[in-house]
């Protein structure tokens, strides 16, 4: 979720509640986007809390409620970006052709909280397809509509049942609003109380007594904090010891990851709080952005203090069109790890990994020649430890012939464990684990059953997620992102829950 402050173009007051604000002067792609985003945060924050007594029953003679709103929602993102536009094949939804109202009603132990995770998960998924269309005129898979048109019409459906469910809502219990306030939203209201605030210039020349983000950088000379974090630490091969809980900066960036934060202030607020905090371990990449959540982290933390490790990615870039082609030759290379020294303010780089698959698998073919040049940067000092991105385990053992590998980062969770294997042996030789994307790649039957355990468990499905990671073995190291010091601190506190043998044997049970 964002906002948009960006340069007085916008207000402040949609972030506070989580609610996305679009850019008033964005282009026509960013403003789409940004619009959709809104739409879905409005229903989100209109339902989020709505009372359960009456749900399960229409609330109309046609049989229209709220948890039917959401999982229509739901199903209709699914299947206008997933299946109509990137063509993906064996997609579940709610209906069927002989019953094609079971969308409409709420499902027996379901809740609206897991309905909302569920919404929320697949939105995630289809923002993944958008983001890799090159742009708005690209064609669907299928039917032959163009992405403009499709987006345009997911925020005609989403805004005309956020007008449903707003009528819904208050024959419910009564409650009204257009759009989250004080008076309207007092537990939002709270946590945006507690979030620090950004610090002015004036403000950076000395450190509060509080520590908070209003604070100034902490200097190399400060030790980072002692707060003892969720699966404690780990210690990379001859490398630094990195808390397991880390901190993830690609939503640092702009919606899709493209162009600069609409509330630059925040993401230097989110990343002053994850130090304090006591997280050690910061990924990152230049072509967020591009080329801008280094000079955010720069600007937020620089002097770092001591402990503080950044992971950076080279491999990729990010074109004007927001597409991610593939980096890999040794002038784009070297450019990158340039670029990387130059934008964190480095002399070398602590850890680099080298992305060669795309975001959910690894792509056939030999790393050895990327790698090589990573290797070579490393004799010349400005690489101090490498790893890889998206690898399977045959170009995994193809990098360590050419020089030792510290990480591996892979898209793996609780639903999408193809790296089971592969995890168990880096545990035995020592090498960190990064998994990313915690809640990507469920199928709606899956995400029900980790919303079930998670209100067994009265909490969230992230904290379900991230601590099953933890306890999945010693070696995972966790980098989730977020824009928001609250969901930072809630992902902080979420993951040190500790999964019971039943829960674990239920949560095991997803990837079937």
Request: charged share 20%; with cysteine.
């Amino acid at each position: 979720m964002m906002s948009c402050m960006d340069e007085g173009n916008g207000t402040a007051n949609g972030e506070r509640f989580g609610i996305t604000e679009p850019a008033r002067l964005g282009d026509e792609r960013t403003s789409i986007v940004g619009m959709l985003q809104r739409q879905r945060d409005l229903v989100c924050w209109k339902l989020r809390d709505a009372p359960t007594d009456a749900l399960g029953a229409g609330q109309t003679p046609s049989g229209m409620s709220l948890p039917g709103l959401v999982r229509h929602l739901t199903n209709v993102e699914r299947s206008w970006l997933r299946d109509v536009f990137a063509g993906e094949q064996g997609l579940e939804y709610d209906w069927s052709d002989d019953d094609p109202d079971a969308e409409w009603r709420m499902p027996a132990a379901t809740t609206m909280a897991a309905l909302l995770a569920d919404y929320t998960a697949e939105s995630q998924r289809c923002d993944a397809v958008v983001a890799s269309a090159a742009d708005l005129d690209v064609v669907s898979a299928r039917r032959g509509f163009s992405l403009r048109w499709i987006l345009l019409h997911l925020i005609e459906e989403t805004a005309r049942h956020l007008g449903h469910a707003d009528l819904l809502r208050e024959q419910l219990d009564g409650f009204v609003g257009e759009e989250p306030t004080d008076e309207s939203c007092p537990v939002a209201d709270d946590a945006a109380a507690q979030r620090p605030a950004a610090p002015s210039r004036k403000e950076e020349s000395g450190r509060s007594d509080s520590g908070e983000a209003g604070a100034a950088p902490i200097d190399d000379r400060t030790p980072m904090a002692s707060t003892a974090l969720p699966g404690g630490t780990f210690t990379l091969a001859g490398g630094p010891t990195l808390t397991r809980m880390g901190y993830g900066a690609m939503q640092l960036a702009g919606p899709h990851v493209f162009g600069p934060p609409a509330d630059r202030e925040g993401a230097v607020a989110v990343l002053r709080a994850a130090v304090e905090l006591g997280i050690t371990h910061i990924d990152t990449s230049d072509f967020y952005g591009p080329y801008v959540t280094n000079e955010i982290i720069k600007e937020a933390l620089h002097p770092y203090p001591a402990g503080l490790h950044l992971v950076t990615k080279v491999g990729s870039l990010r074109d004007a069109e927001g597409n991610w082609p593939k980096a890999l030759s040794r002038d784009e290379l070297r450019k990158a790890v340039d670029d990387n020294l130059e934008h964190l303010g480095l002399d070398a780089l602590e850890v680099v990994n080298l992305r060669v698959g795309g975001f959910d698998a690894p792509a056939p073919g030999s790393l050895a020649e990327p790698f090589t040049v990573l290797a070579e940067l490393q004799q010349e000092g400005l690489i101090r430890h490498l790893g890889v991105s998206t690898v399977d385990a045959a170009q995994l053992a193809e990098a360590q012939s050419i020089a030792p590998v510290v990480t591996v980062q892979n898209f793996y969770n609780i639903a999408n464990r193809a790296d089971d294997a592969l995890i168990d042996s880096l545990a035995a030789q020592g090498i960190a684990y990064v998994p990313y994307f915690p809640l990507g790649g469920f199928t709606p039957l899956q995400s029900d059953t980790l919303s079930h355990v998670a209100e067994q468990l009265s909490t969230t499905p992230m904290a379900v997620a991230l601590a099953w990671l933890l306890q999945r073995s010693p070696n995972i190291l966790l980098i989730p992102g977020t824009s928001s010091v609250a969901h930072l601190r809630e992902n902080v506190a979420g993951a040190a829950l500790e999964l019971a043998p039943d829960a674990l044997e239920k949560l095991n049970a997803i990837a079937g």
